[in-house]
């Protein structure tokens, strides 16, 4: 049956009655009203459903939400401070990083981790990093462009 889980997310405690089954991403998108982290695939293929957990990447679609309590849970509406973007936002816009914008959320959040993690140093490596984040569209080398720019 459903329970009440208590999610730290973007800095607030949120409570969410959610089954043991539901994961993470179906809780933010429809029992959260944080439908900046979306679902393309639901299996762990695509990428757009990327958050951080504790700083870390993972795919949302693969975590369940129970499993996602007493830690830190980062999402595409907890990058900006206020009225000022993150720097990989505004490398995004700078750069031309999306087309359709549908994976641009995941595309932000990997690329996030990715400088954080020391994994952009070259184009080779970056790319690498990224490839678990699929873009319809094809900004590829705008994206890397992005990721690349906030690496420094
Ligand atoms: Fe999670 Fe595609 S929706 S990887």
Redesign the pocket.
């Known amino acids: 049956g459903a329970t009440d889980l208590t999610l730290r997310i973007n800095g607030q405690v949120r409570t969410v009655r959610a089954e043991p089954r539901v994961t993470l ?1 179906d809780a933010l998108r429809e029992r959260l009203d944080l439908t900046g982290t979306k ?11 990327t958050v951080h957990i504790d700083g870390q990447r993972v ?4 975590t369940l939400a129970v499993m996602a309590q007493g830690k830190e849970i980062t999402t595409i509406e907890g990058l900006a401070k206020g009225d000022e973007l993150h720097p990989m936002q505004e490398a995004f816009l700078k750069h031309d990083g999306f087309q359709c914008g549908y994976c641009t959320p995941g595309q932000i959040m990997s690329g996030v981790a990715c400088v954080k993690e020391g994994h952009a140093k070259t184009d080779d490596q970056a790319r690498e990093w990224m490839s678990g984040n699929l873009c319809r569209c094809g900004a590829y080398a705008n994206i890397l462009a992005a990721v690349r720019e906030v690496a420094g």
């Open positions: 991403l679902k393309g695939c639901d299996h762990g293929q695509c990428g757009a459903c795919n949302s679609c693969l």
